[in-house]
């Protein structure tokens, strides 16, 4: 199906694993950014991608690591989660790169609980 | 980055207009100004965006001053589904690219 899918939707894991969350759009868009929403709070932006190869930190990329190999993929790393990393994360895609200026898609969202 | 303020709450009455204010003061020339909306838990819904002009479009009208340093959100008639947290944002461009950062919003509660 057409869109913007985020895997796994829930997680738990423990404190100092490794966790990988999935982002994969089908639209062909150049850009695609990472946020985090702790409970009660706004969205803060972790990473984004302008294109394949291009990367760039947003406010809060400590403890996060992201590649873009591939213009319809975007996974997001957690090296060695900690509790604070607990949050609902979302995936968002959007044709900037093509000249438009208008929305960003969001992903559902992935629910990560760090124990 | 441009940082925008708004009110942490605001109520309106259902069938009435929402105006929802937006304080960007230090936004520069060429960044525009969106607006999105998240309902619970969901993803955040774009609404509308805007550079100087006002926009409308088939969900709400965005009103830009003068100076830029303030917009306004209207929702024409405020439904209950409505209720959600509405964000202004400024698109901040740099040499890697473009990216919005989302603040704290401003929750609208709209009333039967």
């Known amino acids: 199906d057409a869109g913007i899918t985020q895997s796994p939707r829930y997680k738990i894991t423990e404190t100092g694993r490794q966790v990988t969350l999935m982002c994969h759009q089908t639209?062909?868009?150049?850009?695609m950014f990472w946020y985090r929403q702790d409970l009660g709070h706004g969205l803060r932006l972790i990473y984004y991608s302008a294109a394949a190869d291009i990367t760039d930190k947003g406010e809060v990329p400590d403890g996060y690591v992201v590649s873009r190999s591939k213009t319809e993929n975007f996974p997001l790393t957690l090296e060695s989660a900690t509790r604070s990393q607990t949050s609902v994360y979302f995936c968002a895609s959007s044709d900037w790169g093509q000249g438009a200026l208008g929305e960003l898609f969001f992903g559902e969202g992935s629910r990560l609980t760090v124990l | 980055d441009a940082k925008t303020t708004q009110p942490p709450s605001m109520d309106c009455a259902e069938g009435r207009a929402a105006n929802l204010p937006c304080n960007h003061s230090?936004?520069?020339?060429?960044?525009?100004v969106y607006w999105y909306r998240q309902i619970h838990s969901q993803g955040p819904q774009y609404i509308i965006h805007?550079?100087?002009n006002n926009e409308t479009n088939e969900m709400a009208s965005l009103i830009i001053t003068e100076d830029r340093k303030s917009s306004t959100l209207i929702l024409p008639h405020a439904t209950l589904r409505d209720t959600a947290v509405y964000y202004c944002?400024?698109?901040?461009?740099?040499?890697?690219?473009?990216?919005?950062?989302f603040g704290e919003g401003t929750q609208l509660t709209v009333n039967p």
């Open positions: 944002i400024v698109r901040v461009q740099e040499t890697s690219g473009s990216r919005l950062t």
């Open positions: 805007g550079l100087k």
């Open positions: 639209w062909s868009h150049s850009y």
């Open positions: 230090t936004i520069s020339g060429n960044e525009y």
